[in-house]
């Protein structure tokens, strides 16, 4: 739940960062509840009429990046998934799908 301070100083916010993972080391599986944050980030920026962006960093691979995308994501960042990859190129033309 995002809270009412975050609320208070939004119209001053450039950059929400969502961490989708526990932060620490990559590979970890993506933590479907940031969904739910990134569309109420999302529906409150649309609601203030505000421009920041929101990023989501963890677990982001070709499997949910429509999720992450559809919920109001701008910006994501695919590490593992990218890296670890056959085809680097081909994973990162998906994730921009």
Do not use: Y
Request: no cysteine.
């Amino acid at each position: 739940v995002v809270s009412s301070e975050f609320r208070a100083v939004s119209p001053f916010v450039d950059l929400v960062l969502v961490m989708s993972v526990n932060p620490g080391f990559g590979g970890q599986k993506f933590i479907e509840a940031t969904v739910h944050k990134i569309a109420e980030l999302n529906k409150i920026r649309q609601e203030q009429n505000l421009s920041f962006e929101i990023q989501v960093d963890g677990g982001v691979t070709e499997d949910n990046a429509h999720l992450v995308k559809q919920a109001g994501a701008d910006v994501l960042v695919a590490g593992s998934a990218v890296f670890n990859s056959k085809d680097m190129a081909k994973t990162i033309a998906k994730l921009k799908e």
